[in-house]
């Protein structure tokens, strides 16, 4: 009886959906103005066209701007195909970096989901917001920016992955489509089962049929996808109609994939306690099993980008895509078996850098389809989507809006530097804490629970291989960005 209820509840709710769509499409809405080539009705939810067309290059008036948020997970800077990855197809989000701007040495300030995410609604450095791992942080919700948002009229959607205590349901305009399991498939009520990208789709599709007319919109799809399934030992689950991808390609191992380079590392890390290493074992620690777990990683990437672009098409379709902000980044990076490790966590460079491409129709027509290398941050997503609406930053965000990256045309001055910080997890050999900072030039690594340091010279070593803290040559050096290290840490806070 149950199933059958929420069966009709379902229902009720899509055709409402469409119906909102019908109207919100030939209205248009959300304070935009019409678009002219706009198809009129329900968007189709089959797959987009290879070649999609491209997004609308003209100027338009300034903000408020609508937002969209395409958030994935355990998703690193070159797990796309724009930015050089030989095996990956993301089509979609090829095409948005191809009419927007990709910005290739973003990073996050603390690699892992629950501390990442709570900079990205915070647009504050774990330092300050006070979430170490996967807690709701301390900063009051009405600083955050979908509070920011709603409060200044819009309508504030979260899909998807949450992990930051209990979601706060009544925060949001979108109560019942946030998910709190891990896992890639999921049981419906009525049964049936539903592969989480799926879920997302829908459910983000969903909000935008139903979203009220004349308000704009703020809409976070937080995808679970490339996260692995922790207690599952297949680890990456894809959807049965993505198993025939990359079957017959061989994934390029990286460099430093090696014993050497394992050896190489610190000693603390070096060795098997090390959930880093344990997690190699469960996915890389044969030749055979890299090249299943990586395509099975590679195919759930691939879905995601899928779904990216149903959810433009959605935009596109309501007539409203060129009144919106569209940002994709991912919550932290990932080791693909460099330094023989796996997941995240330190702060070596395939772990910390992720992706950032944005579209926004306010970019000058000479912007488009271009890379910018500036140390973006996550820390910069709130600052940048609030001030597309129009909004204040509250005074604690700590962030900068990057917008005039691409806006300006004499580009603003960006920082150089940035602080990387991580807790101590469970115990200094499972996951110990790092501190860092990082600059184009180098890296200077601390890892506290062992009083251990290291430095970088990313621009001869990009894959850090040879740690060259205790060099005499880098004495001074050490010791400059040891006092910043301390310095930007007291200002984090
Ligand atoms: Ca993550």
New binding site residues.
Partial sequence: MFAIVKNVSLVLRVALGMLAAMLVASCASGGAKPAGRAAVGAAPLNPAPLNPAPLNPEPLNPAPLNILLLYA???RFDTLGCAGNPVVQTPRLDALARDGVRFTHNSVTT???GV??ATMLTGQWMSRHGNRAFDMFRTPWSETFPAQLRAHGYWVGHVGKW?NGKFPATEYDSPASALANGTHWITQPDGTRIHVTQKNERDAIDFLRARPADKPFCLTVAFFAT?AEDGNKQQYLPQPESMSLYRDVTVPVPATATDAAFRALPPFLANARNEGRNRWTWRFDTPERYQEYMKNYYRLATEVDATCGRVLDELRTQGVLDRTLVIFT???G?FHGEHGLAD?WYPYEESIRVPLIVWDPRMPAARRGTTDDALTLNVDLAPTILAAASVAAPAGMQGRDIAPLYLASDPPAWRREFLYEHAMLTSRDFIPASEAVVTREWKYISWPDWGVEQLFDLAHDPREEHDVAADPANAQRVADMRADLARFKSQAK
């Fill in positions: 997970d355990d998703w690699s892992i989901c990442s995410r992990h996260h991912t919550d932290n990932y995240k």
